[in-house]
């Protein structure tokens, strides 16, 4: 189908279906063991309803939102997602490319199949970027990555702590790892790829599962950039990297492509933000809570930011969108998500994201399934 005739962000899921190599497909669409995970983050915004306030003048509506303290024109951050090639020659920069012309904020994949800086410089001035870490064995290598992001001007880091080891993505198992453009990148930046196991598993032995509290304050010292711990579940969690003085978290389970039966972001977000309440007043200033996985409408939006979060992360819906259509197809998923807020927000009776607050949705049914 032609772009005039995408409507929604299923739409593009349907059309990288049918057109993407059975490898792609299968690394991108793929969760593990036997995906109840990544239904789940489907099924729980569906049992969250809304409580819609009338009367209240939304005239004119404002989506736009900082998220760790940078402008942001959409409440949506692209979250990362590596080996963009595998499903359009110019990968990441499809996402880059549209990003800066709508003020939306990409973090970019440690795995990325462009180089770092090939992404750092399709930006515009000004463009905001975060950076997605995997944290290698050797700590140099992770220590020059997070310095030269510094230095390159990304202004977030984030921590992927739900990763110590890969799921198994049986999908993408099955299909053996093949060499091509996008992959031979990610092999000469980071050591130790396997070539046995599927696509995920080849380029991600590099992991360190060592990574452990401790290595905290190390972080704090290579680095000034705010860091965010992303695919934390639990309030137990949510308060040690509070108490390491951190930037924020994301509640995250990679997608359902790490532990299956692992809740939901959001499913856990009441519970974090109760417990987060006990160190200060909420909204806190000095630490923000992300919640990404299942979101393709913009009421899943919504829903995840009136009870507590700041702002939600976006993978496969901005990665399906170029496969076909490159670039425009990333800026017609922001465009899609721009009408589904603006109508979204009138009929909900918030006026800007401020006004999103935890009284406008009823989330009694979310643990009860
Ligand atoms: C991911 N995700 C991910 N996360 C991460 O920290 N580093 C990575 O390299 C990747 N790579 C990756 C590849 C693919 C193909 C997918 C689908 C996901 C997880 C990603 O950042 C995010 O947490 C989820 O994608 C959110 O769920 P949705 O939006 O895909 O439902």
């Avoid at 739409?11 to 049918?18: G, P, R």
């Avoid at 990325?112 to 140099?140: K, T």
Wanted: hydrophobic letters at 40%; a neutral charge.
């Amino acid at each position: 189908p032609s772009l005039d005739e995408i409507v929604n962000l299923h739409d593009f899921e349907a059309v990288a279906k049918a057109i993407l190599p059975p490898k792609a497909w299968a690394y991108y669409s793929s969760a593990s063991d036997d995906e109840i995970t990544i239904r789940e983050n489907r099924a729980a915004y569906q049992r969250i309803w809304f409580r819609p306030r009338v009367l209240r003048d939304v005239s004119v509506v404002d989506w736009s939102t900082t998220i760790l303290g940078r402008r942001s024109s959409l409440p949506v951050y692209i979250s990362a997602t590596a080996l963009g090639k595998l499903g359009h020659p110019d990968g990441e920069l499809n996402l880059t490319r549209a990003a800066g012309k709508h003020g939306v904020i990409q973090m970019i994949p440690t795995l990325a199949s462009c180089s770092f800086d090939e992404i750092v410089d399709a930006a515009v001035p000004g463009q905001v970027q975060f950076v997605q870490l995997y944290v290698n064995r050797d700590r140099e290598i992770t220590r020059k990555y997070v310095q030269h992001a510094e230095k390159r001007g990304v202004k977030g880091l984030f921590i992927t702590v739900d990763a110590p080891q890969l799921g198994r993505r049986e999908k993408d198992m099955r299909m053996k790892f093949v060499d091509e453009s996008g992959v031979a990148k990610v092999q000469e930046n980071q050591s130790g790829v396997k070539k046995d196991e599927g696509v995920a598993r080849a380029i991600s032995s590099f992991i360190d599962p060592s990574l452990s509290w401790k290595d905290i304050p190390w972080f704090k010292s290579i680095t000034n950039m705010p860091i965010v711990l992303k695919g934390v579940a639990t309030p137990e969690d949510a308060l040690m990297a509070y108490d390491h003085g951190l930037a924020g978290i994301v509640l995250s389970n990679h997608g359902g492509r790490q532990l299956d039966t692992a809740r939901s972001g959001v499913e856990n977000l009441i519970e974090v933000v109760a417990a987060l309440k006990t160190r200060g007043p909420w909204p806190n200033p000095r630490f923000e809570v992300f919640v990404d996985g299942g979101i393709r409408r913009a009421s899943d939006v919504l829903k995840a930011i009136a009870l507590g979060a700041s702002a939600v992360g976006v993978g496969r819906a901005f990665m399906y969108s170029f496969c076909a259509y490159g670039q425009d197809g990333v800026e017609k998923a922001f465009q899609i998500f721009r009408e589904e807020l603006e109508m979204n927000m009138r009929l909900l009776g918030a006026r800007t994201i401020d006004e999103l607050t935890p009284e406008m949705v009823d989330a009694s049914a979310l643990h009860s399934h």
